[in-house]
C-alpha cells in the first residue's frame, strides 16, 4: 500500500523515535549497572578520601576492576576539577587512551572531546570543556614543553606504571620535579626556566616563560601511580614512601594447559588451537596474543580461509584485530558482541594483557612471546626482538580468561619453559636508544642527564652514547647543550630525532615533499601485503611501484600513486567515503594494506602541519632521485653499511653483520653501499628500508662523522 496518509507516516517515525529512545534508555541502564558491579565501586568513597589526603598515592588493582575508567570519573565528581583544572590519565598506549576515552564518554553520556576527551601524537579530541583527559605518556611529556608546570591539571594519573615504558619512567621523573615546584612555588624554579633563557623570541609558546607570579598562583599536584602487578614498593620507595591502597578485583579460576612439546611454527600451532577451540569447546570468545601487526593480518587471512573450509554450521567464527596503529574507528570493534550464535576471536598484541580489558573472553591463546626494543650501548643499535614473556605477563594474559567465569589459557610451550621465564620485564628505558628521551629532558632544561632522578638509571654508556649520536645529528653543541636552532627544531617535532633531522635537511636539499612521505611511511607497520595465495600477483604488484635505487623511493612512488588515486575520484565529485572505498579497492588491487596507507596519510598532514607551524616552506625534487637520496645519505648516515665479499653487509658504525631483510626492493641486487632504517633481528641481523647510495657521499656530507681519509 503506496498511498499511507501523512498522519500514519508521522505515527511511524513517533513509533520509531519512542523505540529507539528506549533502545537508548535500556543501553543507559545497562552501562550504570555495569559500573556499579565493577570492584572499585564499592570503595569509590575511600579512594577519594585517600586521594584528597595524600599528594601522591600508589594504586594496585587487577586488570579489569574499573581502575581507568571509574577513577577519573570519581575524581571528578568529587570536585577535583575545580577553576577549570583537568585530570590528566596517561597510557602507555594510544589504542588504550582512545578506546578507554570513548568509553567513559559514553558513561558519562557527553560527547567525546567535550568533558571527556582524548590526545595522542597526531590525533587531538579533546576541546576548551575537556576535564577528564586520556593521553599516552608521550604527549603529556610533549605538553610539558610548552607549559612546563603542567599548571592547566589537578591531578595527572599515571596508569599502568607497572609496564615501565621509557615514557611513563621519565614522565615519573619529570612529575617529581614538577609537583615539588607547584608545592613550593619558590624553591626549584630554576629547573624550568632556565629553557626559556635560552628560548627565542620567536618561539614564545615553546619555552614560555614561568612568572613567579604564575607558578605562586598554581596550586599543587596530586599524582596517582596505578599498576595492575602487586609489586608497589618500588614507585612507593621512588615517591618517598607514598601510600600503596590495593584494589581487590574479581577471577574466576582459569584452567591453564601446556603443549607437549615446543612449537617450531608458532603461527601455525595459535591457528591450529584457534580451530580447536572453536570446534571442540563451549561457546565464549577467544584471545590470541600475537606480535605484531605484521602477524596478526597474516593470521587473520588464515583463518577466513579456514573458516571457508568448514561445514556450513560451523562458520560461525569472527576474526577482531587489535594493535597499536590500528585506525581509530576499528579499534573499538573489539568491544562489539559478536552477533549471536558467533563465535569471536580477538587477535591481539600485548595491548590487551593490560591497557584493554575486553568483555566476553573465556579462551586466552598465549604463544609466549612478545615484540620488544633491544639495545646495544657498544654498537648504539636499536632492534626490535621477539623474546618470550617474563612469568608477570603470562599471568597478566591468562588471567584474561577469567574475568567472567572460569576459563582456560592454551599456553603454546611446555610447562618446563614457564620455570624459565624471568619474573618480570626489564623496563624499557634498559633496553632503548635514549637519543629520544635525552633530547626531551634537554629541552625541558635538564641538562643533567646522567644526574637526573630515573626510577631506574640507564647504563651511563648508553647515555653518553646517545648524547653522542645527537651531537653527531647537529642537535647538541659541543658542550653537549640544547643551543643551536637545529636542536631546537628537532625537539619540536614528534618524531625520532633521526627522522626530525631528515625533515630538517629536506627543506634545505629541496626535498621536504619526498621526506615526509617517507618519514610518514616509515612511522607505520607493512605497507605491502603479501597473500600466501597471491604470492606471484603481489611481487608483480610491487614491481610497479619499485625503484631500482631502493626501498624509500619505492614508497614515495605507492604514496604518490595512491594520492592520484584519491586527486582522480576528487575531479569527479565523490563524497568523502566514496573516496575512501576508492582508495580501499586501490590498495585490494595493489595489494597495498589499507589500514597502513590510511595511517600513514593521517601521520603526514599532522607532521606536515608541524612543519608548516615551523616555518619551512614546501619543496619538491619532482623526479632528480639523486637529490633526494644524497639528503637520506645526510641524514641517516649513522645507519650506513658496506657490502662484504660474500654478499652480507658490515653497518659502519657498529660494525656488525647485516642481511638486506627479504621484503626490501634490494634483497637480490646487492648495491655496495647502503643506509637503512631499521634493524630486525631474528635468527639474523636484518636491515629494513634500504637505500643504495655512493659512499663517497658519506665523507662529502656527513664529514662530522667520516673523516674524508677513512
Ligand atoms: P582496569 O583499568 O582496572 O583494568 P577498566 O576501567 O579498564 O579496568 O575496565 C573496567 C570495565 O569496563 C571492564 O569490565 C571492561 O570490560 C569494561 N570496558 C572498558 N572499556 C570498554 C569498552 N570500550 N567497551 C565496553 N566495555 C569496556
Ligand atoms: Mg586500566
Sequence with gaps: ??????????????????????????????????????????????????????????????????????????????????????IGVTQPRRVAAVTVAKRVAEECNVELGQKVGYS?????????????????????????LLDPLLSRYSIIIVDEAHERTVHTDVLLGLLKKVQLARSHPTTNQHNFIKANAKGREDEPRSFSPLKASESAKSTSLKLIIMSASLDARCFSEYFGGAKAVHVHGRQYPVEVLYTYQPEPDYLDATLITIFQIHLEEASGDILAFLTGQEEIESVERLVHERIRQLPDGSQNLLTVPIYA??????????????????????????????SVTIPGIKYVIDPGLVKARSYNPVTGMESLIIIPTSKAQALQRSGRAGREGPGKCFRLYPESEFSKLTDSTV????????????????????????????????????????????????????DYKLSSPVGQQMARLPLDPMYSKALILAAEFKCLEEMLIVVAMLSVESIFYFPREKMEEARAARKSFSSPEGDHITLVNVYRASAECLEKSKTTNCKEKTMEKKLNKWCRENFINYRSLRHARDIHSQIEGHIQQMGFSPSSCGDDMLQF??????????????????????????????????????????????????????????????????????????????????
Excluded at 595522542?120 to 610539558?144: C, N, P, Q, V
Excluded at 573499538?332 to 580477538?346: L, Q, T
Design 1 to 86: 500500500n503506496i498511498s499511507t496518509s501523512k498522519n500514519q507516516q508521522d505515527g511511524r517515525k513517533l513509533a520509531n523515535g519512542n523505540c529507539k529512545n528506549q533502545q537508548v534508555l535500556a543501553r543507559r541502564q545497562l552501562i550504570l549497572q555495569h559500573r556499579k558491579s565493577l570492584p572499585i565501586a564499592s570503595v569509590e568513597r575511600r579512594l577519594v578520601e585517600e586521594v584528597r589526603k595524600n599528594d601522591t598515592l600508589i594504586i594496585v588493582g587487577e586488570t579489569g576492576s574499573g581502575k581507568t575508567t571509574q577513577l577519573p570519573q570519581f575524581l571528578y565528581n568529587a570536585g577535583f576539577c575545580h577553576d577549570e583544572k583537568i
Design 629 to 710: 637520496r644524497r639528503c637520506l645519505t645526510a641524514s641517516f648516515f649513522l645507519n650506513a653499511a658496506m657490502k662484504q665479499p660474500d654478499g652480507s653487509y658490515r653497518a659502519l658504525s657498529s660494525s656488525q653483520i647485516v642481511q638486506v631483510h627479504p621484503s626490501s626492493v634490494l634483497f637480490r641486487t646487492k648495491a655496495d653501499c647502503i643506509i637503512f632504517n631499521e634493524l630486525v633481528r631474528t635468527n639474523q641481523n636484518y636491515v629494513r628500508n634500504v637505500t643504495r647510495v655512493d659512499p663517497l657521499w658519506l665523507p662529502e656530507l656527513a664529514p662530522q662523522y667520516y673523516a674524508a681519509d677513512s
Design 427 to 478: 623496563p624499557e628505558i634498559k633496553r632503548c636508544n635514549l637519543s629520544n628521551v635525552v633530547l626531551q629532558l634537554k629541552a625541558l632544561g635538564i641538562d643533567d642527564i646522567i644526574g637526573f632522578d630515573f626510577m631506574e638509571k640507564p647504563s651511563r654508556m648508553a647515555i653518553v652514547k646517545s648524547l653522542e649520536q645527537l651531537f653527531l645529528l647537529g642537535a647538541l653543541s659541543d
Design 325 to 354: 596503529s590500528l585506525p581509530s574507528e576499528q579499534q573499538m570493534n573489539a568491544f562489539r558482541p559478536a552477533p549471536s550464535g558467533f563465535r569471536k576471536v580477538i587477535l591481539a598484541t600485548n595491548i590487551a594483557e593490560t
Design 120 to 144: 595522542i601524537r597526531f590525533e587531538d579530541a579533546t576541546s576548551s570543556s575537556t576535564r577528564i583527559k586520556y593521553m599516552t605518556d608521550g604527549l603529556l611529556l610533549r605538553e610539558a
